[in-house]
């Protein structure tokens, strides 16, 4: 009996190193074009139309960015730990709705919060996207200080894994996702 239990666990042990296998190749696979693509985005920021493409585009990088470190650690059971760093709202707001095509209204100044840009990235990306694809009209999101923290609110939201993956990245971000509104404290 202790055979063929050992031997169902020698089994398992093998597909689960196949499966970690496949992770580290879909990661290995993500990050060379990823890295390319960005390459390329700062080697057009020359120009004008390269600088307009890059500010469009670098949210939605940053968000790539978070779901490939976070592949990148569930080959070892986790998700990638943040790294928070000043994140000026008004450039985050206006790249992730221009990716989107969303309309921003702001009235948060030159706030700046302390999040992990690739994590906030993702919770409006994921918010913005959901809203997009399976929303019913025009997407916007309107920005404004309130005392020491930054009111994000997304018009148009659904529900969905998406909405799930932001209220995580709000989260790591020191703040939370109500719904489709992400409230977020300033940096002092």
Excluded: Q
């Excluded at 202790?2 to 290995?28: D, I």
């Excluded at 969303?102 to 706030?111: C, E, L, N, T, Y």
Aim: glycine share 12%.
């Amino acid at each position: 009996m202790g055979w063929v239990v050992a031997g169902g666990l020698a089994a398992v042990v093998l597909r689960l190193r196949l499966r970690l296998e496949l992770v580290a190749r879909a990661e290995h696979e993500l990050r060379g074009p990823l890295t390319a693509f960005g390459l390329a985005l700062d080697a057009a920021r020359g120009t004008p139309a390269g600088r307009r493409l890059a500010f469009v585009l670098d949210a939605e990088l940053a968000r790539a960015g978070a779901g490939l470190a976070d592949l990148a650690a569930a080959r070892s059971g986790r998700r990638a730990p943040p790294r928070p760093g000043p994140v000026p709202v008004d450039r985050m707001l206006r790249s992730s709705a221009a990716a989107w095509g969303a309309k921003v209204r702001s009235d948060a100044g030159p706030s700046v919060v302390r999040a992990d840009p690739r994590r906030l990235a993702s919770a409006l990306g994921n918010v913005l996207s959901n809203a997009a694809e399976h929303g019913d009209g025009e997407v916007s999101i309107e920005a404004r200080r309130v005392r020491d923290r930054v009111r994000i609110e997304v018009t148009n939201p659904v529900r969905g894994r998406g909405l799930g993956i932001a209220r995580d990245a709000a989260a790591d971000a020191g703040g939370r996702l109500v719904t489709a509104v992400l409230d977020l404290p300033v940096e002092r």
